[in-house]
């Protein structure tokens, strides 16, 4: 007699199939590396400037302009420091991961699910997910120009999910599936009026301490009415 085949787990009856999206946006909240190098000068540079009207003997009168110069210098190359900081430790969180429910177009009037999974070890500050439909389109900087810019307009914004102080261990995940209804007069991707194109996008916001978050885009297609 064949020895017998292993036990296979099956999925429930009607359980969702998901997909996972690839996201748009880099990810961690803020970049390391040559930002920092780049802040440091700027910071000690302004420090220095801001600090002659308090040691040198001339007036104030005369040296006010090395104090505005010296702090506005030193301003920018605090944020710049800042966020080099803070992208640097967002590196050393999980990355977290999104997917579409499989087989389900996303349409006006339509649902379809969404799971977000955040793998440990994380302690979670929050998470959010929200849905956002926007026109993305081109526009002249001044009436009588020929240059352009790109900007968009917020046509459609929902949260779909808002997690508050969750500690995930090591080698475990957050999961959560939620469902998502598009109302039946939205915009579906593809051309906008008056011009420019309709984007529908998941963002993923997450804040896990002191400088060290993650923030990721993931654009999805929504289509037509059935």
Do not use: H, N
Request: aromatic residues 6%; contains cysteine.
């Amino acid at each position: 007699m064949a020895e017998p085949l292993p036990p296979v787990e099956l999925a429930a009856a009607g359980a969702p199939r998901f997909s996972r999206l690839s996201p748009r946006s880099p990810g961690p909240a803020g970049s390391p590396g040559c930002v920092v190098f780049l802040g440091l000068p700027l910071l000690l540079l302004g420090g220095g400037a801001a600090s002659l009207p308090f040691v040198s003997d001339d007036p104030f009168s005369e040296s006010w302009v090395a104090l505005a110069v010296g702090l506005a210098f030193g301003l920018v190359g605090l944020l710049l420091v800042w966020g080099g900081i803070r992208g640097a430790r967002a590196r050393s969180l999980p990355p977290p991961e999104v997917a579409l429910e499989k087989g389900v177009r996303p349409r006006p009037g339509g649902a379809f699910r969404v799971r977000v999974r955040q793998p440990g070890p994380v302690a979670l500050e929050s998470l959010r997910l929200a849905l956002t439909c926007e026109r993305r389109y081109r526009r002249q900087v001044r009436r009588r120009s020929t240059a352009t810019v790109d900007d968009s307009e917020l046509r459609w914004e929902r949260e779909l999910l808002r997690i508050r102080g969750e500690r995930v261990p090591a080698g475990a995940g957050l999961e959560r599936v939620v469902a998502v209804e598009i109302p039946p007069d939205a915009e579906p991707t593809g051309p906008a009026r008056p011009d420019g194109r309709i984007r529908w996008t998941l963002e993923l916001a997450v804040e896990a301490g002191f400088l060290r978050g993650w923030r990721t885009d993931f654009e999805i297609e929504v289509g037509g009415e059935a």
